[in-house]
C-alpha cells in the first residue's frame, strides 16, 4: 500500500513507535494495534522474558496487526548493545559491549557478535536493534556514553560501527546507529537534561560525523537521532531530534542518508522537560525524522498521538513530508519482514553454545594490562589471604539494566586460594567506610580492588590509595572505563577489563593467575 492511499490513522501509526510497562501484554495495546493502527513497538528488559516466552507474544502482536489489517508487519525493536545495555537476559547470551570487542583490536570481532546478537533478536521476535552505538568517546567524563562506545578515534570506530552494522543486516535484524551527530563528547545525560555540544560543521566532520558516514556508506537502513543542542550549527538551541538544519541540512543533504531516522525517546527528560512529548513529535516529523520513539507512558502516548493527528490533519506537518516518512518505513518493512515469517508458530533457532564460546573467547581477547610494576602480576596462587574489594555496582544511567554484583563472584578467586572479600555499600564509599576497609583487609599483603568509575567516584579512588598507602601491593581492575588509572597512577598493577558481568569476571581472575593472557589493547587514551 502507498502512503497517499493510507488514513490519516495508518499514517500516524507507522510513524510512531510505543511501548509498555509489564511483561504480559496489556490489554490496551490490542487497541492500539487494532483501533489507532500503531505498527511499531519497543520493548524492554521488562517486557523480555526467555527467547521462546517473547516470540510468542509478540507474535499475538503480529496477529493482532494482521487481523487490523495493518498494511505491513509491526517492527519490533529494542536496545541490544549488549554489555552494560542488555535487554535480552533469560535464555540469551550475555555479549561483550563496544568498548571490549574494540578492545580486541579486530572487527570482525564485532561483525561476529552482532550477527549473533541478531539471530537471538530474531529467535524473540525482535526485528529492530538500537545498536550499534557508534559514539566517538572523546569525554572521559562522559556519564552516558564510556564503554558503550567503541572507543576515542574517529576512524576506529568507524571500523567497528560499520562491522557490527554488516553483522546485524546478515543476521536479519534492522541496525539502528546512535546518537547521531555524536553523544560522546558530553559531560550530561540526556536521559537527564539537554547535552550542549559547542562543536560546528567542521569539527563534526572531522570527529563525531566520521562513523556516521561509513556506516551510511556501508548502508545502514536506520539512525537514531539524539537529544543533543548544538547551538553553532542551529542557533536556535533545538535538540538535533527537532531540528531541521541537523536532521535535513547534514544527515540527509551532507552524510546523504535516504533510510529511517528515528528519535530517541522523547520521554527523556532533554525533551520532556523543555519542548514537551507531543509538541517534540510534531517538530521532529517536520524536521526530516520518519519515526518518534514514545517508550514508557501511556497517557503521553495518547497525547502524541492525537497532537500527530491534528498536525497532520491542519496541516502542520505537510502532506508531503508524511508521506515522504511513511514510505521510507514502508520500504524498510518490505525489507525486512514478511507476514509468513512475523507469524511463524515458531521463531528461529540459534547456538546458544556456540554464541556462550565466542563471548567469552572475546571477553578473553579484551582483557588489558595497562600497568604491571615489578611483574607483580600474574599473581601467585594461594597467595595468603589475598584482598579483595568489589565496587557497589548498579545501573549508572536509566538505559542500562541493574546488573548488581554479588558474593557469588568471590568464587573464582577461591579456586586460587584463600580470599578476604570486602564488598562496598555503594560506587562512592564515604571515609568511615574505606577506614573499615583498610582493617578488612589488613592482614593481606596484596589486594586487589575491583573499581567501577572510580575516575567519577571518587570514594573508589580515596579506597585505592588509601590501601596502598598502608604499604599493601595493589591491583586494581576497572570493570567499567578504563579511566580509573587516572584516579591512582600508583598503583602498582592496572587492568582494564571493561565488563562487570559473570563470565568477564571469571575471566579476568584467570588472568590475574596468569591462566589467561592479557592481550587487549586500550580503544581511548588513559593519561
Known amino acids: 500500500m502507498r502512503a497517499e492511499q493510507m488514513s490519516v490513522e495508518?499514517?500516524?501509526?507507522?510513524?510512531?513507535?510505543?511501548?509498555?510497562?509489564?511483561?504480559?501484554?496489556?490489554?490496551?495495546?490490542?487497541?492500539?494495534?487494532?483501533?489507532?493502527?500503531?505498527?511499531?513497538?519497543?520493548?524492554?528488559?521488562?517486557?523480555?522474558?526467555?527467547?521462546?516466552?517473547?516470540?510468542?507474544?509478540?507474535?499475538?502482536?503480529?496477529?493482532?496487526?494482521?487481523?487490523?489489517?495493518?498494511?505491513?508487519?509491526?517492527?519490533?525493536?529494542?536496545?541490544?548493545?549488549?554489555?552494560?545495555?542488555?535487554?535480552?537476559?533469560?535464555g540469551a547470551t550475555r555479549f561483550p559491549g563496544a568498548m571490549a570487542i574494540a578492545a580486541t583490536g579486530t572487527p570482525d570481532n564485532a561483525r561476529h557478535v552482532y550477527q549473533a546478537t541478531?539471530?537471538?533478536?530474531?529467535?524473540?521476535?525482535?526485528?529492530?536493534?538500537?545498536?550499534?552505538?557508534?559514539?566517538?568517546?572523546?569525554?572521559p567524563l562522559n556519564p552516558v556514553i564510556g564503554v558503550r562506545s567503541f572507543g576515542e578515534a574517529p576512524e576506529y570506530v568507524a571500523q567497528f560501527g560499520k562491522a557490527a552494522v554488516q553483522g546485524l543486516l546478515c543476521s536479519g535484524v534492522v541496525p539502528a546507529v546512535k546518537h547521531f551527530p555524536g553523544h560522546g563528547d558530553t559531560s550530561t545525560d540526556s536521559h537527564e537534561e539537554m547535552p550542549i555540544l559547542r562543536h560546528d560543521r567542521r569539527r563534526l566532520m572531522e570527529a563525531e560525523l566520521v562513523p556516521f558516514q561509513h556506516c551510511i556508506k556501508a548502508g545502514v537502513p536506520m539512525v537514531m537521532i539524539g537529544h543533543i543542542s548544538l547551538p553553532l550549527i542551529d542557533a536556535s538551541g533545538s535538540p538535533a531530534s527537532t531540528s531541521t538544519e541537523i536532521v535535513t541540512g547534514i544527515l540527509r543533504d551532507t552524510l546523504g542518508f535516504q533510510g529511517v531516522a528515528i528519535t530517541d525517546c522523547l520521554e527523556m527528560s532533554a525533551i520532556a522537560g523543555s519542548i514537551g512529548v507531543p509538541e517534540a513529535a510534531v517538530r521532529a516529523i517536520q524536521a526530516g525524522i520518519d519515526m518518534v520513539l514514545v517508550s514508557h507512558s501511556q497517557d503521553i502516548q495518547q497525547?502524541?498521538?492525537?497532537?500527530?493527528?491534528?498536525?497532520?490533519?491542519?496541516?502542520?506537518?505537510?502532506l508531503q513530508r508524511v508521506n515522504e516518512a511513511v514510505a521510507r518505513v514502508a520500504q524498510l518493512?518490505?525489507?525486512?519482514?514478511?507476514?509468513?515469517?512475523?507469524l511463524a508458530a515458531k521463531g528461529p533457532s540459534f547456538d546458544r553454545e556456540r554464541h556462550e564460546k565466542m563471548a567469552e573467547d572475546i571477553l578473553s581477547q579484551a582483557v588489558t594490562l595497562v600497568k604491571n610494576e615489578n611483574q607483580l602480576l600474574p599473581l601467585a596462587k594461594n597467595t595468603h589471604p589475598l584482598g579483595v574489594v568489589f565496587p557497589g555496582v548498579t545501573n549508572l544511567t536509566s538505559a542500562e539494566e541493574k546488573l548488581s554484583l554479588s558474593d557469588k563472584l568471590v568464587e573464582p578467586l577461591r579456586k586460587y586460594g584463600q580470599v578476604n572479600g570486602y564488598f562496598l555499600s555503594s560506587l562512592d564509599p564515604s571515609e568511615s567506610e574505606v577506614e573499615r576497609i583498610a582493617t578488612e583487609v589488613a592482614d593481606s599483603n596484596i589486594v586487589v580492588v575491583f573499581t567501577y568509575n572510580?575516575?567519577?567516584?571518587k570514594g573508589q579512588a580515596l579506597c585505592v590509595r588509601k590501601l596502598k598507602q598502608s604499604g599493601k601491593k595493589v591491583v586494581a581492575v576497572a570493570l567499567r572505563n578504563p579511566y580509573d588509572l587516572t584516579a591512582f597512577p600508583e598503583v602498582d598493577a592496572f587492568l582494564a577489563g571493561y565488563d562487570?558481568?559473570?563470565?568477564?569476571?571469571?575471566?579476568?581472575?584467570?588472568?590475574?593467575?596468569?591462566e589467561r593472557q592479557a592481550v587487549g589493547k586500550l580503544p581511548v587514551t588513559v593519561h
Open 454 to 457: 572510580a575516575h567519577i567516584y
Open 10 to 90: 495508518q499514517k500516524v501509526g507507522q510513524i510512531l513507535m510505543i511501548g509498555y510497562q509489564t511483561m504480559d501484554i496489556p490489554a490496551e495495546m490490542e487497541a492500539w494495534i487494532k483501533q489507532h493502527q500503531i505498527g511499531n513497538v519497543i520493548l524492554f528488559s521488562r517486557n523480555i522474558s526467555t527467547p521462546e516466552e517473547t516470540y510468542e507474544r509478540m507474535r499475538v502482536l503480529q496477529v493482532w496487526a494482521r487481523e487490523a489489517e495493518q498494511p505491513y508487519p509491526l517492527f519490533i525493536a529494542t536496545d541490544q548493545e549488549n554489555g552494560v545495555v542488555t535487554r535480552l537476559q533469560k
Open 333 to 342: 518493512k518490505k525489507r525486512f519482514l514478511s507476514w509468513e515469517g512475523c
Open 303 to 318: 497525547k502524541t498521538w492525537a497532537r500527530l493527528m491534528q498536525a497532520i490533519q491542519h496541516g502542520e506537518i505537510s
Open 118 to 139: 541478531g539471530e537471538e533478536l530474531r529467535a524473540s521476535g525482535i526485528s529492530v536493534n538500537f545498536a550499534p552505538t557508534i559514539d566517538v568517546n572523546l569525554n
Open 500 to 514: 562487570h558481568g559473570k563470565k568477564a569476571i571469571e575471566v579476568i581472575i584467570d588472568v590475574l593467575f596468569g
